[in-house]
């Protein structure tokens, strides 16, 4: 019996000002996979840790293998398959927890049927994983969980996906607060219809986000990280968000964002020491509010999942 383990990060969407178009994957947290070829037809969950019992038992709504019974009807393959599903990261949490999954469960299944798509011919059935867990088929979190690194999307359609360069010993200091947001909602509250005069800072600073990455120039990152049109109306859901803001700033922070639709929240930082002194203080601001938290420092995640 053939059998793989595939580990898919975590992942930063948005990053700022760069709303369903910019991604970037994390080292820590993701979710793993174990898949299992079978002589049967059926495709079985067979078990799921780490999730308190909250995700669906059911392959046709878990979206595991949801995404894998997708892949196999699409490849016209009958296969049997049993999944475990290792959850190591929050869900609702703005880290790509279901993309997480979903990409594990595609590169498994994949894996096991001698890789004949590549990562990239992956991700239009990761966006459907997406739609299936939140009604939207965004890519900022599939792409980069599935092909590392920092991507954007330029277009949907087509779709249109380029992995960008960035600088080297960039740490991520993401903090979790223990509210939680579903995407779907977190969607649903923004507006449908912005003036042009925000249009015009927002298009400018996604396109200094990018030079600078490309051109390796931190304070125009830094100085790019500002969304004036999705994080306004996100941040009132989050407790303490324009206080944490301000703490990440005066503590080093390159620039700090709401990571995808929240609540989580991240600092850019350029060493690992400030990311580790800025989630101190985070943390500590919302225990002083009664809040609990969960702190990740990682690099950006260049290889993206990891089959073992
Ligand atoms: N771009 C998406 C959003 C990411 O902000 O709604 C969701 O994780």
Redesign the pocket.
């Known amino acids: 019996m053939k059998s793989v383990e595939v580990f898919a990060p975590a992942t930063i969407?948005?990053v700022s000002c760069g709303?369903?178009v910019l991604?970037l994957a994390l080292e820590t947290p993701g979710d793993k996979v174990v898949m299992h070829l079978n002589e049967s037809k059926e495709i079985t969950l067979d078990r799921i840790e780490g999730d308190e019992g909250r995700l669906p038992k059911d392959p046709a709504k878990n979206i595991v293998t949801a995404v894998v019974k997708y892949y196999l009807d699409q490849l016209g393959l009958q296969q049997g398959v049993s999944v475990e599903l290792y959850k190591q990261m929050p869900f609702g949490s703005?880290l790509?927890s279901s993309?997480a999954s979903a990409v594990a469960g595609l590169v498994a299944i994949n894996e096991l049927m001698g890789a004949p798509l590549s990562r990239k011919e992956l991700l239009p059935l990761a966006m459907e994983g997406e739609r299936l867990a939140?009604g939207?088929a965004?890519a900022?979190?599939v792409a980069p969980a599935l092909l590392g690194g920092l991507v954007l999307i330029r277009s949907y359609d087509p779709l249109d996906v380029i992995s960008l360069p960035y600088p080297e010993n960039l740490f991520c200091a993401v903090l979790y607060p223990h509210v939680e947001i579903p995407?779907s909602e977190?969607?649903k509250i923004l507006k449908t219809h912005i003036p042009v005069s925000d249009a015009v800072k927002q298009w400018g600073n996604v396109a200094g986000l990018v030079a600078g990455f490309f051109t390796q120039n931190i304070d125009l990152i830094g100085r790019s990280m500002e969304d004036h049109i999705?994080e306004p109306i996100r941040a009132m859901l989050i407790p303490g968000f324009y206080e944490m803001r301000q703490l990440a700033m005066e503590n080093g922070a390159i620039g700090f964002g709401i990571s995808?639709?929240g609540p989580s929240v991240f600092a850019l930082c350029d060493n690992e020491a400030t990311g580790t002194e800025i989630l101190e203080k985070l943390s500590d601001l919302l225990k002083k509010e009664g809040i609990g938290s969960n702190k990740y420092l990682s690099p950006i995640n260049q290889a993206g999942p990891i089959i073992r």
Do not use: E, F, M
């Open positions: 969407a948005n709303y369903d991604g703005g790509g993309s939140c939207n965004h900022d979190n995407t977190a969607r999705i995808g639709s």
